[in-house]
């Protein structure tokens, strides 16, 4: 089994930066991808921002040149830098981890952007 742990949602106004933390522990050999989706109120959950072992990084179209995500050195914790937030970026930030063939998701934690 796979545990993630996010870190670092809160309110901010339209402009303004959060950094968005996710720790892996428990059988964590071997992730593969790591990466972090949202999920807005009455929507689809949707990709934000995916990086693989071999550190390359994938963003939705919406985030690019705002958003920025990186892996620790050990692979296990991932970030998600966010900066230029706008109120259509609020939602419930859910961190992903595939292990082949398992996904895991960690519990979502809230992001506000108030305008």
């Known amino acids: 089994q796979v545990q993630l742990v996010e870190s670092g949602g809160g309110l901010v106004q339209a402009g303004g930066s959060l950094r968005l933390s996710c720790a892996a522990s428990?059988?964590?050999?071997?992730?593969?991808?790591m990466g972090w989706y949202r999920q807005a109120p009455g929507e689809q959950r949707e990709l934000v921002a995916t990086?693989?072992?071999?550190?390359?990084?994938n963003y939705a179209d919406s985030v690019k040149g705002r958003f920025t995500i990186s892996r620790d050195n050990a692979g296990n914790t991932v970030y998600l830098q966010m900066n230029s937030l706008k109120p259509e970026d609020t939602a419930v930030y859910y961190c992903?981890?595939?292990?082949?063939?398992?996904?895991?998701w960690g519990q979502g934690t809230q992001v506000t952007v108030s305008s």
């Open positions: 428990g059988s964590i050999f071997g992730i593969n991808i």
């Open positions: 990086i693989t072992s071999g550190r390359r990084t």
């Open positions: 992903n981890a595939f292990i082949v063939p398992v996904n895991y």
